[in-house]
């Protein structure tokens, strides 16, 4: 028996991870792989910020993986010819990996599934990155749902999400494969290198993750209800980790269930809704494949967006639209590579409503910069803000970033963790009411059109 593959993805732990588990009980070698694909036409090319994560990420995969015996082997190409190429140096009989529901990647995975099974070895997928697989939570005409509250009550009538796996203590050693080395990758930034603060947020990999779960689950989950105050350390800042797979949603949902003092309890139901907003948007990009680029709401095509210069863009990328809201929020981002969500609401509404930019122009942006950028919820919470999604805030919601200021952050806490108050600020770009009443006019011309 020579043994089996395990195609690692957006899946990059150790813990409750069906394929890993399936290599190990196929028995022989067990040869963990990562594929970086640039290649597969329909495949979006991560951003800056998703490429320094990944890095950190592998690195630290490989070095659990040596931990217990074994390493990782990363190629790189298109993934059906890379995995074949990898079969056929291991002499595989299997390959194992974990669902994706993007439209090309499936398309992708179908393929070298039907591929190898007509060679006679092994292919399965499994389900390790969702808690309820897209095609499970319908509704009663067996249709997905297009508004999220329906959904969740949906999902919370399914049974029980299963019980996370636990982290293997031994693995079998690799099958002999060479594999590329990560730093001739170049996914880390070097001139300029501007990952300092990144560094300064974030530890990438499983440990990292596990040790945020803890940190929240003991001192920050009690304070959840106030998790619309950005200064307030009281949300999870899982995103990333579950983005990369670093860490489960089942690892999550159990852990939230089990072992909590009575007074976390209470907190824990608001915090669950969030994390079913990811599988929400999850599902609608399994149904609707094109929600980065295609307003869901299709009237939306007929909007006029406004042209914004460069210059006007890059005060709202760098921070310096003289809105101190949206200029710490937009800091935040560049800085960290993450923003707090009412952060990301207050500056995407004023990309969209006050500069009346097409939503597109910031998913990109924020795609290229956020570390938990994925395919699903940065377009999706877009759309959302814009008005274009399923569920989406009605497009005459305009947030006011002033008044924002006043409810969320009332002693200016974090607009001073990112905006110094001896700054020499500009005058702010615009003037907030004329451009909510542009933007209520132009959704007005959209609507007659
Ligand atoms: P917590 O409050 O601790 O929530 C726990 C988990 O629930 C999060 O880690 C996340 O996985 C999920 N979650 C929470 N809120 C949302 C939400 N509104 N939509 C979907 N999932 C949610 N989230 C991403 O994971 N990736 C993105 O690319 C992304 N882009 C966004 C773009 C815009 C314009 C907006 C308004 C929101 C975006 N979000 C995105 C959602 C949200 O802002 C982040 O998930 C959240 O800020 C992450 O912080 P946290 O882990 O501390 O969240």
Redesign the pocket.
Known sequence: MTGAIVWLRDDLRLADNPALRAGIDHGGHVTVVYVLDDESPGVRAIGAAARWWLHHSLAALDAELHDRGSRLVLRRGAAADTIDQLVADTGAEAVYWNRRYGAAEREIDAGIKSSLTDRGIEAHSFAANLLWEPWTVLTGQGEPFKVFTPFWNAAQAMPEPRHPLPKPRDLPSPARATGDSLGDWDLLPTTPDWAGGLRDTWEPGEQGAARRLEH?VDHALED?DQ?DEPSMDA?????????WGEISPYQ?WHRLHERLEPDQRKQAPG?LR??A??E??WNEYFHCDDIATVNVRREFDAFPWRRASASELERWQQGRTGIDLVDAGMRELWHTG????RM??V??SFLVKNLLVDWRV??QW??DT?V???AA??P???Q??AGSGFDAAPYFRVFNPERQLERFDPHREYVRRWVPSDEDRPEPMVDLKETRKRALDAYDRMRHA
């Open positions: 929240f959840y998790r949300t999870s800042g899982l995103s990333p980790h579950l983005r999550v915090f969030q994390l907003w990811r929400f948007n993450a923003m707090h969500n990301r609401l500056t995407a910031g998913e924020f795609w956020l938990d950028a994925d919820n940065n999706g919470n877009w959302w803000v």
